[in-house]
C-alpha cells in the first residue's frame, strides 16, 4: 500500500535531514522504505531522517527518533536537535524557544537563540572503553594529559583514538591537515572495526590553535557528512582531555563553523539550523 508523506528538507552546517511529524501523520515504516526516502538519486536525499513524535517522558516536551540513511535508527544527532527545535517552532507544535527532548539516550535541551543560531546542551561526555562500547581487552593505552589514547589496527597501520560518548560512540585521532586525512580508507574500518560493538563515528581532528580546529566525520551509516554536531562536541572533549585546547572552541567543518563549549560537565553545541524546502512523497 502507498504511503503519502509530509516533510521538510533541512539542514545545520550542511549535515542534511528529512524532518517528519510524527505527531499528525502515521510513520509505521520499514528500514528499506527509511533507506528509500534518504536515497539521493530516487528519494528526497538526507545524511538523516528526523522524527517529531509526542513525548513518552513526563519531564519532555517531544520524543526525538533519528534514523540514518542506512535505514538503522541511532541515538542522537546534534546537528539534528538544531533542526528538530527550528521545525517543532516553525510548524507551531509548541511556543517555546526552549524545550526539553526525549531521545534513546536522555533528555537534551536545545534552544533557538535571538540570532538565528541554536545551542543545544548536549549533556556530559562519557568516555570509559565500556561506555562507548569498546572492546579494549589485550590493549595498553598510552596516556596525554588527562586522556587516554587507545591503539588500533587500521590498513596496516596503528592509529591512536581518543573514544567518547556523546550518547552516540565516536573513536577521535589528530591528523596534521584534514584535507589530506584518509578519511575515506580509515572510515569505514574503523566504522566497522570488531572492537566497536556497536559500529563508531570515526573523526578525523586538525588542530589550528587552542579555541579552532578543522574536523571531519565518518558517520555510522551515514558515511563522510559536511558537518557532525556530536562529532564536533567529542573532537573537542578530546582535544581538551589531550590538553590542546581550551573552551570554547570554534570547529570548521566543509558545511560550516560550529562553536563547542565544554565546561568539564555538559557540553554545549551552537550552530545554524536552515529549512531548505517542504513536499510531499509517495513511498
Given at each position: 500500500?502507498?504511503i503519502?508523506?509530509k516533510?521538510?528538507?533541512?539542514?545545520?552546517?550542511?549535515?542534511?535531514?528529512?524532518?517528519?511529524?510524527?505527531i499528525?501523520?502515521?510513520?509505521?515504516?520499514?528500514?528499506?522504505?527509511?533507506r528509500?526516502?534518504?536515497?539521493?538519486?530516487?528519494?528526497?536525499?538526507?545524511?538523516?531522517?528526523l522524527?517529531?513524535?509526542?513525548?513518552?517522558?513526563?519531564?519532555a516536551?517531544?520524543?526525538?527518533?533519528?534514523?540514518?540513511?542506512?535505514?538503522?535508527?541511532?541515538?542522537?544527532?546534534?546537528?539534528?536537535?538544531?533542526?528538530f527545535?527550528?521545525?517543532?517552532?516553525?510548524?507551531?507544535?509548541?511556543q517555546?524557544?526552549?524545550?526539553?527532548?526525549?531521545?534513546?539516550?536522555?533528555?537534551?535541551?536545545?534552544?533557538?537563540?535571538?540570532?538565528?543560531?541554536?545551542?543545544?546542551?548536549?549533556?556530559a561526555?562519557?568516555t570509559?572503553?565500556?561506555?562507548?562500547?569498546?572492546?579494549?581487552?589485550?590493549?595498553?593505552?598510552q596516556?596525554?594529559?588527562?586522556?587516554?589514547?587507545w591503539p588500533?589496527?587500521?590498513?596496516?597501520?596503528?592509529?591512536?583514538?581518543?573514544?567518547?560518548?556523546?550518547?552516540?560512540?565516536?573513536?577521535v585521532?589528530?591528523?596534521?591537515?584534514?584535507?589530506?586525512?584518509?578519511?575515506?580508507?580509515?572510515?569505514?574500518?574503523?566504522?566497522?572495526h570488531?572492537?566497536?560493538?556497536?559500529?563508531v563515528n570515526?573523526?578525523?581532528?586538525?588542530?589550528?590553535d587552542?579555541?579552532?580546529?578543522a574536523?571531519?566525520?565518518?558517520?555510522?551509516?551515514a558515511?563522510?557528512?559536511l558537518?557532525?554536531?556530536?562529532?564536533?562536541?567529542?573532537?573537542?572533549?578530546?582535544?581538551?582531555?589531550?590538553?590542546?585546547?581550551?573552551?570554547?572552541?570554534?570547529?570548521?567543518?566543509?558545511?560550516?563553523?560550529?562553536?563547542?563549549?565544554?565546561?568539564?560537565d555538559?557540553?554545549?553545541?551552537t550552530?545554524p539550523?536552515?529549512?531548505?524546502?517542504?513536499?510531499?512523497?509517495?513511498?
Open positions: 500500500m502507498a503519502k508523506l516533510f521538510t528538507k533541512m539542514h545545520g552546517a550542511g549535515n542534511d535531514f528529512i524532518v517528519l511529524d510524527g499528525h501523520q502515521q510513520l509505521d515504516l520499514s528500514a528499506a522504505q527509511w528509500a526516502l534518504a536515497d539521493r538519486h530516487f528519494g528526497v536525499g538526507a545524511d538523516q531522517i522524527v517529531v513524535e509526542a513525548a513518552q517522558n513526563p519531564a516536551d517531544f520524543r526525538y527518533r533519528i534514523f540514518n540513511a542506512d535505514g538503522g535508527e541511532v541515538e542522537q544527532c546534534g546537528n539534528g536537535a538544531r533542526c527545535v527550528r521545525f517543532v517552532h516553525d510548524k507551531k507544535l509548541t517555546k524557544t526552549e524545550i526539553t527532548v526525549e531521545t534513546m539516550c536522555g533528555l537534551i535541551t536545545p534552544r533557538l537563540e535571538t540570532n538565528g543560531q541554536v545551542t543545544v546542551n548536549m549533556g561526555p562519557r570509559a572503553p565500556a561506555q562507548i562500547p569498546f572492546d579494549s581487552e589485550g590493549l595498553q593505552p596516556t596525554q594529559h588527562e586522556d587516554q589514547l588500533l589496527g587500521v590498513a596496516g597501520e596503528v592509529v591512536q583514538l581518543s573514544l567518547v560518548s556523546m550518547g552516540n560512540p565516536h573513536a585521532q589528530v591528523v596534521a591537515d584534514v584535507e589530506t586525512a584518509p578519511v575515506a580508507v580509515q572510515g569505514p574500518l574503523i566504522e566497522h570488531p572492537r566497536f560493538p556497536q559500529r570515526a573523526g578525523f581532528m586538525q588542530i589550528i587552542r579555541h579552532q580546529i574536523l571531519r566525520v565518518w558517520e555510522r551509516g558515511g563522510e557528512t558537518a557532525c554536531g556530536t562529532g564536533a562536541c567529542a573532537a573537542v572533549v578530546a582535544g581538551i582531555r589531550r590538553g590542546l585546547l581550551d573552551s570554547p572552541v570554534q570547529v570548521r567543518t566543509r558545511g560550516g563553523t560550529l562553536g563547542i563549549a565544554w565546561d568539564g555538559a557540553v554545549w553545541l550552530g539550523a536552515v529549512t531548505v524546502f517542504e513536499g510531499e512523497i509517495t513511498l
